[in-house]
DNA sequence: GCCGTTTTCGGCCCGACTGTTTTCAGTCG
């Protein structure tokens, strides 16, 4: 694991501690935002540490500073050993466990020497909860409930998944007679690579009550569990174990529910911060003066009787805040705000702004499609290009191809693109970047090649210094256009090469190498965080669905989303290049 | 714990819901 996560899992678990020790809640949250940062840093925080550029970064204070310098120094901290020798470790995960909170965990430990998820088991099994404050027979057996869904759902979904539940879910409430409008929410429309839940909001007709729509949302097919049903608002547990929440308001606040459920949390307290500067209070509801909200009366599942000052829509919100209206990729807290009142937010990469696929495999290797097959479907997608690039010989798996079959497969994409009209083919190979950084095939035969995309595969366990200087040579090479996957890493299963990658990206850079944001999932790799490092250190990105087979070219959508969230433009992704601009790319590392 | 063009102290985002309570604490998003 980097130092970057190292301690971002310090600093996550520090607030959590301080939460279960019941200090003050800014602290905790403080912390937690310390870790965010962190995480979302791509230099090395030592290099931070060394240049003193630490105290520069906002949300940093001295506290923090201590503990990183610490830690960096001498592989640990002393304040956050002294304060985690209070409150035993088996504690933290409880906090995953929905409905059971600090204050709950902090009361289970003190009066029932609970210290672990074991205990608090077996505690629930043998009946020894009872007789605690605030805790009746409801609120003990909502915690056995959440525990057997943490364990069921394991956590987070993949976006892929979570779309197709959401797309379906969101046509049923359309569906629903009194719905007029319906979005999706939450970090689905956000792009996350992974949802917690999903959230629809909805807003009704004003002959129709919510309470109608909330009963017919949770009859839909497929639901497994209702955990909820009120007049504004409804939960429903799916089959496989995915929460989908719904919450229906009158239109005139849709626009305010909207943006409050898509979040992200760490966005809206900014919001609303900055609302408080123009004396105006945001909530679900709407932006309203301060002064008049006050002075309104106010009911629970009900719009507060003030007039808002925005509410309707989110573009209205942002721009009574005196802001550009910001894309739902976009809201982190990751500056956005800032850009959006300079005016500066980018012009956000889109779908169709995608001209070529440059990363597909055929049967000649592993791939299920022929190269004709792949055509035609890429064809039918409106796009000006094609990239066949099958595995090299290392990949003996997936039927990596010899240089003897890649000649003559690269002679059989050409031929099959002069028959094809209307789509340009490139002929290429997905070449195995070797252990040290060298290329699977010798110069001779890269040169024979339209496109070369360069991936690592194996030995994706390297240590840093030795990973980046791999990638590095590939990056050097002058046949390569495109470092495919350039990490290797897989969603919850394998964090992939440890890269420095401000060294990468400087390379990438100078040399006029694209890096791949791979659209396979659980690829998606760049990921979100490092494609904005790499277009600001001045690389070209390239996106591709690495399809191994004509359905596979459709999940081109989720690296797009991946490049929104690296707030990429068009300009920065060689699949939207002109005819004329892609052909020069192609060229220009050969001269 | 962090921050500062009113502030180096005193704020820090907001409402719904649930359960355990007779007015509020805890949790969630």
Not at 53 to 78: C, M, P, Y
Not at 249 to 276: C, I, M, W
Not at 493 to 501: D, H, K, T, W
Not at 540 to 555: C, E, F, K, R
Request: proline share 3%; aromatic share 4%.
């Amino acid at each position: 694991m980097s130092l970057n996560s190292e301690l971002s899992d310090l600093f996550k678990t520090f607030a959590a501690i301080m939460e279960i020790r019941g200090e003050s809640v800014f602290k905790s949250i403080a912390f937690s935002k310390v870790s965010r940062i962190l995480k979302d840093m791509t230099i090395d925080v030592r290099k931070a540490v060394e240049g003193g550029t630490l105290d520069q970064i906002e949300g940093i204070g001295a506290s923090s500073r201590k503990i990183i310098e610490d830690f960096v120094k001498t592989g640990k901290s002393k304040d956050f050993e002294e304060v985690s020798a209070t409150v035993p470790a088996g504690l933290i995960p409880l906090l995953e466990v929905p409905g059971l909170g600090p204050k709950t965990i902090s009361v289970l430990w003190k009066q029932r020497q609970i210290t672990s998820m074991e205990e608090l088991k077996a505690a629930l099994a043998a009946g020894k909860l009872e007789g605690l404050p605030k805790l009746g027979e409801k609120k003990i057996k909502s915690i056995a409930d959440g525990i057997a869904l943490l364990e069921k759902s394991g956590g987070r979904i993949g976006l892929p998944a979570a779309l197709l539940v959401g797309q379906l879910m969101l046509n049923h409430v359309r569906s629903i007679p009194g719905v007029k409008r319906a979005e999706l929410a939450g970090s689905l429309r956000r792009g996350k690579e992974t949802i917690g839940d999903i959230d629809i909001i909805c807003s009704n007709k004003p002959s129709t009550n919510g309470a109608d729509i909330t009963k017919a949302f949770t009859e839909v097919a497929g639901v497994e569990k209702i955990l909820g049903q009120g007049d504004t608002k409804a939960s429903i547990l799916t089959a496989d174990g995915i929460q989908v929440d719904l919450r229906v308001v009158p239109d005139v606040n849709f626009g305010a529910a909207l943006l409050y459920f898509t979040g992200s949390k760490e966005h809206n307290v900014r919001l609303r911060g900055l609302s408080q500067d123009k004396q105006m209070t945001l909530n679900e509801w709407g932006l309203y003066k301060i002064a008049e909200y006050e002075k309104a009366s106010k009911k629970t599942g009900e719009a507060p009787a003030a007039k808002p000052v925005a509410s309707k829509t989110e573009d209205d919100i942002y721009e009574a805040l005196g802001l550009r209206c910001i894309e739902p990729e976009l809201r982190e807290d990751r500056g956005e705000i800032d850009a959006a009142r300079a005016n500066k937010l980018p012009k956000l990469i889109t779908l169709a702004d995608i001209k070529a696929d440059l990363h597909t495999h055929t049967t000649a290797s592993d791939g299920q499609n022929s190269i004709e097959e792949m055509a035609e479907a890429a064809k039918a997608k409106g796009y000006a290009f094609l990239a066949i690039t099958d595995h090299s010989k290392s990949q003996v798996i997936a039927n990596g191809l010899s240089a003897e079959r890649l000649l003559k497969h690269v002679e059989a994409i050409h031929k099959a693109g002069e028959k094809i009209k209307g789509i340009k083919l490139l002929a290429g190979c997905e070449v195995d970047i070797l252990v040290d950084g060298r290329m699977d095939f010798e110069d001779a035969v890269l040169k024979e090649l339209d496109i070369v995309v360069a991936s690592p595969h194996v030995s994706l366990k390297q240590d840093s210094a030795k990973a980046t200087d791999r990638i590095l040579r590939a990056i050097d090479n002058k046949y390569v256009h495109i470092i495919g996957h350039p990490t290797g890493r897989l969603i919850g299963s394998r964090e992939g090469l440890p890269l420095e990658f401000d060294r990468v990206f400087k390379a990438a850079a100078a040399n006029g190498t694209a890096l791949e944001i791979n659209a396979g999932y659980p690829r998606l790799d760049l990921n979100d965080v490092n494609a904005r490092a790499a277009i600001q250190a001045g690389c070209v990105l390239s996106i591709n669905t690495d399809a191994h087979s004509i359905d596979g070219l459709d999940w081109m959508h989720l690296g797009v989303a991946v490049a929104r969230r690296g707030w990429a433009e068009a300009g920065n992704v060689i699949n939207c290049f002109s005819a004329d601009a892609l052909t020069k790319f192609l060229l220009r590392k050969r001269k």
